[in-house]
């Protein structure tokens, strides 16, 4: 059996002496889609920071696909093939969507510290690059600087920023926050399109986005995991029902 | 389709390249007044050393207040090799002595920011600073290398003659260097379109979201500082070529600054701002140099007032003004423009006369007549005061008033529906 795309093995992060995540266990199957709910506060984001290795994990240890990832450097993390989304907007402001892209897939097509390719003249990455943009929808924006798109737009380009480079495994954090009924129909199916085939992991407060896109729901608490299951099983759940989705569900 | 759009693409790339070649040939007929060779020369240095330093701060967002380091290093050592060639212990023709400027900045380049460029920002800017002073102190201390005060000197004449050439004249440097401006203006035209160039952008722009990508943003930062630093040292063999002396002057903090001003001045956003930028910043210093003693102080209130209002650079306001072009607006414009013009002159020559009168009379008291602006006149009188004083003032006051005409029109001529500001 292949291992887990994503494993997670009791992981403890603490800021200067307060433990945020307490002893994190999980574990996403391949091509598994995977939602992470909790309250405000959770630990949510500081569990993507952990895995991605934008903060260093106090204890435990991390797989990806079976090879340890604990504490390595986000790049690192990237090229093993994990690639994340931001809850805060988080794109080039000061270059072109389509230099956006590009420069996204620069690594994962083995050009790295290349200072003897002009990327203008390479044909398979500005197709790709194209390709992506049209995935997007946002053809019509191609040479629009980043930092000047709608909301809507910047939160599609942030999705393609990350899925660009090709990685097996997705980390979206929050990716319809503050969006409208319709933009979030939206960025749900562009997700649905590009992660096809992929394992992802999305953290997400949108109920009716988490019960439509995820195959299995952890449900995360005061830096804890307080159940895992399907959808079903997740909504059935009495601890789920007390700490967390009761008030949530009563919203939608 | 793939193949047709190439082919455009290459013509239309080489185009600007082919018209600077010629441009660059054609300047030494055309500029021949005295000593304008040797502007142009330094003009060139200049534009190396510029386009080098936006590597940096344009390109690979670090501020740099150590950049002169690099090319003072270069030169120091390219003088060195002149004298050794003079005594005939190696064989090197002197078109290839910048490449030795060149290497010798990489080589310092590489050790410096194998550790500076570890982190950006203040930290970057402040190593920068330190090594700087530092490099600046080891020339006055290490006389067996930098000759102390007094610098390092050497003969290019004495080099092996290329093609018969010994750039015993001038313009036979200005050849050697509009040579190497161009290969060093398009190599590094070349590397901001390489994947290490867009990821210093990258960087530059977001590097967290750079890491996040696949790329270690020190690494990215470290080869821009590499190749900044080679092509530094290219400007430093240029200069002991141009000159054939280098002191301390050359590579301390001020020299250092004066890159900063110049590339800033110029417009940083931009891959044509430090060349103007350096044209125009040489300029300042070399012909109003000549003029007056204060030029200093010009620059310095040209780099203020290009900090606060053209944060673009001069190249910036030239092409923030293709908004208006494209939009077929551009005529809004002329009329605002032609009638602040005028006020903005008197203000400027007010105040700038008024500055050199006060000058004048603070330090050659002695020499009653004065000229300025082709206009001799008694410095014991009130007249050229009162004149002076009124200038400023009716030009700042109308200047002022017409300003809000020209920001509206601005405003007519860029405006696009649905795009917020």
């Given amino acids: 059996m292949a291992a887990e795309a994503l494993k997670l093995d009791n992981v403890k992060k603490s800021f200067s002496g307060t433990e945020i995540i307490r002893g994190l266990n999980l574990s996403v199957g391949q091509n598994e889609r995977h939602a992470i709910i909790g309250p405000n506060g959770a630990g949510k984001s500081t569990a993507y920071n952990l895995i991605t290795g934008r903060y260093e994990v106090s204890s435990g240890q991390i797989f990806l696909n079976g090879q340890e990832i604990t504490n390595l450097q986000p790049y690192e993390v990237k090229r093993k093939g994990l690639s994340r989304s931001f809850q805060i907007t988080n794109i080039f402001p000061k270059m072109s969507v389509f230099e956006n892209v590009r420069c996204s897939l620069l690594w994962a097509m083995d050009y790295k510290y290349s200072f003897w390719h002009m990327v203008g003249k390479q044909p398979e990455l500005n197709e790709n690059a194209e390709k992506i943009i049209e995935e997007l929808n946002l053809k019509e924006r191609r040479d629009t600087l980043a930092g000047v798109l709608s909301y809507a737009e910047q939160r599609a380009l942030e999705i393609g920023i990350t899925i660009a480079g090709g990685s097996e495994v997705i980390l979206l ?17 562009l997700i649905r399109k590009v992660t096809e085939g992929k394992t992802l992991v999305v953290v997400e407060h949108d109920m009716g986005v988490v019960f439509d896109l995820a195959d299995k729901i952890s449900v995360l608490v005061y830096g804890e995991i307080i159940a895992t299951g399907t959808p079903i099983e997740v909504k ?17 | 389709m793939a193949n047709g759009t190439n082919n455009t693409m290459s013509m239309s790339s080489v185009l600007p390249w082919i018209i600077a070649a010629i441009a660059l040939v054609i300047l030494p007929f ?10 142009m020369n330094q003009i060139g240095i200049t534009i190396v050393l510029a386009m080098s330093y936006n590597m940096l701060l344009g390109q690979g967002g670090m501020l740099s207040f150590g950049h002169a380091v690099y090319m003072g290093l270069g030169g120091f050592v390219a003088v060195h090799v002149m004298n050794i060639v003079e005594y005939q212990e190696i064989w090197l023709p002197l078109p290839f002595l910048p490449l030795v400027g060149g290497l010798v900045g990489l080589g310092f380049a590489t050790i410096i ?46 080099a092996p003659p290329t093609f018969g050439i010994e750039f015993i004249s001038q313009k036979e440097v ?9 290969v060093s ?3 590094m035209y070349l590397f901001t379109q390489t994947p290490v160039g867009k990821m210093a952008n990258a960087v530059r722009d977001n590097p967290e979201r750079a890491e996040f990508v696949g790329y270690s943003m020190r690494w990215v930062r470290f080869v821009s500082f590499c190749a900044a630093g080679f092509f530094a040292g290219v400007a430093g063999g240029l200069f002991a070529i141009n000159f054939e002396i280098l002191t301390e002057l050359n590579l301390n903090l001020n020299a250092s600054f004066t890159v900063l001003l110049a590339t800033y001045i110029g417009g940083v956003g931009f891959f044509l701002g430090p060349i103007v930028g350096a044209i125009l910043f040489t ?22 007032l290009t900090v606060m209002f053209l944060p673009a650079g001069i190249t910036g306001f030239f092409a923030m003004h293709l908004v ?76 002022r008033l017409f300003a809000r005409e020209v920001k509206e029109a601005w405003g007519d001529a860029t405006f696009v529906e649905g795009q917020g500001r």
């Fill in chain 2, 30 to 39: 055309v500029f021949t007044g005295g000593g304008s060779i040797t502007i």
């Fill in chain 2, 174 to 182: 200005y050849f050697l260097i509009a040579f190497w401006v161009l």
């Fill in chain 2, 324 to 399: 208006p072009w494209h939009l077929g607006r551009f005529g809004m414009l002329l009329k605002p423009y032609a009638k602040i013009f005028l006020p903005a002159l008197m203000f400027v020559i007010g105040a700038v006369g008024l500055t050199e009168l006060v000058n004048h009379s603070r330090h050659h008291g002695d020499e009653v007549l004065m000229s300025l602006f082709w206009v001799e006149f008694n410095t014991k009188s009130a007249v050229p005061y009162i004149v002076l004083v009124l200038l400023t003032a009716v030009g700042f006051w109308f200047s």
């Fill in chain 1, 173 to 189: 954090d929050e990716p319809t926050a503050g969006m409208s009924v319709s933009e979030t129909e939206y960025i749900v199916g």
């Fill in chain 1, 236 to 252: 059935e759940n009495q601890a789920v029902q007390e700490a967390y989705l009761g008030a949530a569900m009563e919203d939608h």
């Fill in chain 2, 283 to 304: 300029l300042l210093q070399t012909v109003i140099g000549l003029k007056t003693d204060l030029w200093a102080l010009y620059t310095g209130v040209v780099f203020i």
């Fill in chain 2, 113 to 158: 920011g194998s550790f500076s460029t570890r982190k950006a920002g203040t930290v970057f800017a402040m190593i920068s600073l330190g090594i700087g002073e530092l490099i600046a102190a080891c020339c006055i201390i290490i006389t067996v290398f930098f000759g102390g005060e007094e610098g390092i000197s050497g003969d290019r004449t004495m």
């Fill in chain 2, 185 to 187: 203006t398009f190599l």
